[in-house]
């Protein structure tokens, strides 16, 4: 009789257990990250009245007989399932999408515990904490290398207050164009100037090629497309004698007239007319123009200009360079003011990028690159700073020439120069390195030269002036990326996330704290999203994952059960009552 009554009792008993949990969940249901538990219940060891027997001859077999001794909570499972994911408005919340824990320390890395609330905030000392003031751990940015290495050992996130960058010069300048190399364009400028005597120069003064005219473009931006063979026959005495001046591209020496570029066509010119008129000069202007000038006493000139071919050899006429020459026809007296005549301006494909640089003190210098087209798959490349910068060691200093050429697929072949050593003259350090990075040798991946419209896809350097710490942001890889009154960003340190085999194992310890058990497995650290560790979302936090209407669900069940266990109880106590009541 009495294992009734002790049976009722021990349902009551794993009932209030039950109950207790599941207040317990109810108590939760606002709490942030918490995790739900269910009771198990289990059967007590039952007394066997009666062994089972196996079936003997036409005899079956019986079952045992056995008596349950009542019910215990043998276990308490926590339920790691996902909770709801709530954004808020601070941004240093941190939402976990999937498994994984934070790993907090309350002793400097000493011993871990960990967490699924993500409600973090920095303390005075710049400490990365939770509510318990435990700190947050993770990796922080090597101010050798500037980057995060996740692969050390984890330690407390801490960013001072009133972080500072320095400034960081300018190691590398990226640069991503297309060099146009087709028949028209629409970035041109005029032919450097070519004086009387025959010496070529850039708008600084500065002696310089004069360029292929066979890639030259007149007025228009068309291109003239000289092919060899094709030129013009000029006279200078109204056709008397006349001269004819052929375009050579690949011949080296050039024949008895021909021409190559500006300075040859000149030269040529210069020759016929001073022979005619002494006096006469021969130029090239800052608008690429060839001027003659007989206002000096000579002898008259009578331009007469006509195309030139040559049919039995293939050779047509080049309509482009004919109007472009035939512009100089012209009678010019000799000893007359204004006794000039100008052909149509020879231009030259152009494109221009310009960028700031930073020095050691984080002072910003510009650098302009411009490109010039000086043969089929050629451009000079002019690299111009600010005076009093310098790039180079001749005058003038503040400016650098080099070249950059293209294969027939319109791939980069090769660049020089491909660095400069650049000094700001303003205390900064001197000789400061920076390359040139203008694309692979082969490869489309920077600098391209195509029939399309000269551009400038990307231009990048990586120098910046000292800064403010001035905003925080945390990504999906729990990056903490400060932002800097530089306008520069880059990741201060990088939160650790933990995974164990087994979740339900954790011990809780209260304040939203887990810690290891013997049962939980060894803390797998690592960065988030990577070998089954979840996501992170910034600015918002995991809600309960207690369902409401499941858990006031439950407490009918245990309400039930704690009725119906205690009315075995009131029962047995009816039945010893008449049992006693036998004896009277």
Same mark, same amino acid.
């Given at each position: 009789m009495l294992k009734s009554l002790f049976s009722g009792v021990s349902g009551l008993q794993s009932s209030q257990v039950a109950m207790d949990i599941e207040s317990n969940n109810i108590a939760n249901v606002n709490t942030v990250g918490y995790k739900y538990s269910r009771a198990n219940f289990s059967d007590l060891l039952a007394q066997t009245r009666a062994i089972a027997t196996a079936p003997q001859g036409q005899l079956g077999g019986k079952n045992p007989v056995q008596v349950g001794l009542g019910s215990t909570v043998g276990s308490a499972t926590r339920i790691f399932s996902q909770g709801s994911i709530q954004n808020s408005d601070k941004n240093t919340d941190v939402a976990i999408q999937g498994d994984g824990f934070f790993v907090i320390s309350p002793d400097g890395g000493n011993s871990y515990k960990y967490t699924r609330a993500g409600d973090f905030k920095f303390d005075a000392g710049g400490n990365f904490v939770d509510n318990n003031g435990f700190?947050?751990?993770?990796?922080?940015?090597?101010?050798?290398?500037?980057?995060?290495?996740?692969?050390?050992?984890?330690?407390?996130?801490?960013?001072?207050p009133g972080l500072t960058t320095p400034a960081s010069p300018t190691s590398e300048i990226v640069l991503k164009a297309n060099l146009n190399s087709g028949p028209f364009v629409e970035n041109f400028s005029p032919a450097y100037e070519i004086d009387n005597?025959?010496?070529?120069?850039?708008?600084?003064?500065?002696?310089?090629?004069?360029?292929?005219?066979?890639?030259?473009?007149?007025p228009s931006g068309e291109a003239f497309?000289?092919?060899?063979?094709?030129?013009?026959?000029?006279?200078?005495?109204?056709?008397?004698?006349?001269?004819?001046?052929?375009?050579?591209?690949?011949?080296?020496?050039?024949? !008895?007239?021909?021409?190559?570029?500006?300075? $040859?066509?000149? &030269?040529?010119?210069? /020759?016929?007319? @001073?022979?005619?008129? %002494?006096?006469?000069?021969?130029?090239?202007?800052?608008?690429?123009?060839?001027?003659i000038n007989n206002e000096a006493a000579g002898t008259d000139l009578n331009i007469v200009i006509t195309a030139y071919s040559d049919p039995?050899?293939?050779?047509?006429?080049?309509?482009?360079?004919?109007?472009?020459?035939?512009?100089?026809?012209?009678?010019?007296?000799?000893?007359?003011?204004?006794?000039?005549?100008?052909?149509?301006?020879?231009? !030259?494909?152009?494109?221009?990028?310009?960028? $700031?640089?930073? &020095?050691?003190?984080? /002072?910003?210098? @510009?650098?302009?690159? %411009?490109?010039?087209?000086?043969?089929?798959?050629?451009?000079?490349?002019?690299?111009?700073?600010?005076e009093p910068s310098e790039i180079s060691t001749i005058i003038p200093r503040n400016q650098k020439t080099g070249s950059i050429t293209f294969n027939n697929d319109g791939s980069l072949s090769s660049v020089n120069p491909g660095n400069i050593s650049f000094t700001a003259n303003n205390g900064s350090k001197e000789n400061q390195t920076i390359n040139l990075s203008f694309g692979t040798a082969n490869k489309f991946d920077g600098m391209t030269s195509f029939d399309s419209k000269s551009s400038t896809s990307g231009i990048s350097q990586d120098g910046f002036t000292g800064g403010d710490l001035v905003g925080i942001r945390i990504d999906q890889s729990g990056t903490l990326v400060g932002s800097f009154s530089n306008g520069r960003s880059f990741g201060l340190a990088q939160i650790a996330m933990a995974k164990f085999t087994n979740n339900e194992g954790l011990g809780a310890e209260g304040g939203n704290v887990y810690i290891q058990t013997a049962n939980s497995g060894d803390p797998i650290i690592g960065t988030a999203a990577t070998a089954g560790r979840g996501f992170i979302q910034s600015s918002a936090l995991e809600a309960s994952n207690v369902d409401l209407s499941r858990a006031l669900t439950q407490l009918i069940i245990i309400q039930r059960g704690f009725q119906a266990n205690g009315k075995t109880i009131t029962t047995s106590d009816q039945l010893l009552q008449t049992l006693i009541g036998l004896k009277n």
């Open positions: 700190i947050t751990q993770g990796w922080l940015r090597d101010p050798d290398t500037g980057k995060v290495d996740s692969t050390s050992p984890i330690q407390d996130i801490n960013i001072p005597a025959g010496t070529v120069t850039d708008k600084n003064g500065t002696a310089v090629s004069s360029g292929d005219i066979g890639v030259m473009f007149n497309s000289l092919k060899d063979g094709q030129g013009v026959d000029v006279s200078y005495d109204g056709g008397a004698t006349s001269t004819t001046y052929l375009y050579d591209g690949t011949t080296t020496p050039l024949p !008895a007239g021909s021409f190559r570029t500006m300075k $040859d066509l000149t &030269d040529l010119i210069r /020759t016929d007319v @001073t022979a005619v008129s %002494a006096g006469a000069t021969v130029v090239v202007d800052n608008a690429g123009k060839i001027s039995a050899n293939g050779v047509v006429e080049n309509v482009r360079f004919t109007t472009g020459i035939k512009a100089l026809e012209s009678f010019l007296p000799q000893g007359s003011p204004g006794s000039t005549s100008f052909s149509q301006s020879f231009n !030259a494909a152009t494109h221009g990028s310009g960028i $700031d640089v930073f &020095d050691s003190l984080g /002072t910003k210098h @510009t650098v302009q690159t %411009a490109f010039r087209k000086v043969s089929s798959n050629q451009w000079n490349i002019t690299i111009t700073v600010p």
